[in-house]
């Protein structure tokens, strides 16, 4: 019998800020889950989302990960700091929660092998980073990609973006497939499309705040009522999309 291709949507949200229960709301009514990522300590002088608000998210099957103590960025400081850190802020989310915190997500994407040991010494199931326009789903666990940011890149932002990945695959992908476009949402339902055909993972992120102050609610709308509501899709948070291919890889 041939092995059924997961079809699998998640979203990730990043810095804890208040506006992420707009969000959740949006995501709530189109039946989808997420994962909001939550530094221990204030991330601006924009209101963040409380110890209520947090318990509130998981009560609905949303997903709490570990984003630092005060946003560190985990390749610029001494591994000592970063153990410190990675299980800090696991400790402080798990009181506060009740319930254990599996994933991570590295402040601006950027870590080393060091941290990434840290990460599973500390318990946690998986890592997410800032690299795009990924689909596939043969991925290290502690480097998980991303298929788009709610956010307007440029060409070149995106180009840099894929060579730090170091995927040649996806670098030819962009300037041919995806039609080296600007257009997030467009290349969102390319990628999209591409899940539905071939099977893999949809992986949307991006910053509650930013979404606002670049006024993206509405271009936010539009990909969420694209990709929800299809029944042969897997609508999961970052946690449960580790789980789900750990199982389907063994």
């Not at 995106?158 to 039609?179: A, E, F, H, P």
């Not at 055909?197 to 709308?221: N, T, V």
Request: aromatic letters at 10%; charged letters at 25%.
């Amino acid at each position: 019998m041939t092995k059924q291709k997961l079809k699998i949507v998640t979203t990730s949200w990043d810095d804890g800020d208040a506006r992420d229960l707009k969000i959740a709301e949006m995501l709530e009514s189109r039946g989808m889950s997420g994962t909001f990522y939550v530094p221990i300590e204030r991330f601006s002088d924009s209101p963040a989302l409380s110890k209520g608000d947090m318990r509130a998210m998981t009560a609905k099957g949303f997903e709490i990960g570990g984003h630092g103590i005060a946003h560190e960025i985990m390749s610029e400081i001494p591994i000592g700091k970063a153990k410190q850190v990675v299980n800090g802020c696991k400790a402080s989310l798990e009181d506060i929660l009740g319930q254990r915190v599996r994933m991570f997500c590295y402040p601006r994407g950027r870590f080393t092998a060091e941290v990434v040991e840290e990460l599973k010494k500390a318990g946690y199931d998986g890592a997410r980073t800032v690299r795009l326009l990924a689909t596939d789903t043969n991925y290290d666990l502690y480097d998980l990609p991303t298929s788009i940011q709610v956010y307007p890149h440029t060409r070149n932002e995106y180009l840099r973006n894929v060579l730090k990945s170091r995927k040649l695959g996806r670098l030819y992908d962009y300037t041919t497939q995806l039609g080296f476009g600007e257009d997030w949402v467009a290349i969102g339902k390319k990628l999209f499309d591409r899940v539905l055909e071939q099977g893999g993972m949809w992986h949307l992120w991006g910053h509650s705040w930013e979404i606002d102050q670049l006024k993206q609610w509405d271009a936010l709308s539009e990909i969420l009522d694209y990709v929800s509501s299809r029944e042969d899709v897997l609508y999961l948070n970052n946690g449960d999309l580790v789980q789900c291919l750990t199982r389907n890889s063994n």
